[in-house]
Nanobody
Framework: VQLQASGGGLVQAGGSLRLSCTASRSISSINTMAWHRQAPGKQREFVAG???????NYADSVEGRFTISRDNAKNTVYLQMNNLKPEDTAVYYC?????????WGQGTQVTVSS
């Protein structure tokens, strides 16, 4: 499966962005989908995701500010990011797990200025 991420950009602290990740196939049967991010000089880290059963979980650093959602009809997963902080600056990647195979999107840059 191929994943196309979009929606990144430059925003001031306190602003909002919505990221989109569109898959090349139906996602209606896919349980595990997530967003990760990688800041310069740091390891890639989990941000938000869906798990088996449809529940969502978030990194502590984004809890209450970010919301992950999905539109199965559009094969798209979203990440709504509110009250952005400079420490949210990173390349954001979407991830899908199908069976035992994971696929990553190409990444979209989010830059938050102070």
């Amino acid at each position: 499966v191929q994943l196309q991420a979009s929606g990144g950009g430059l925003v001031q602290a306190g602003g909002s962005l919505r990221l989109s990740c569109t898959a090349s196939r139906s996602i209606s049967s896919i349980n595990t989908m997530a967003w990760h991010r990688q800041a310069p000089g740091k390891q890639r880290e989990f941000v938000a995701g869906f798990t088996v059963g449809g529940s969502t979980n978030y990194a502590d650093s984004v809890e209450g500010r970010f919301t992950i959602s999905r539109d199965n009809a559009k094969n798209t997963v979203y990440l709504q990011m509110n009250n952005l902080k400079p420490e949210d600056t990173a390349v954001y990647y979407c991830y899908i797990l199908i069976g035992k195979y994971g696929s990553w999107g190409q990444g979209t840059q989010v830059t938050v200025s102070s």
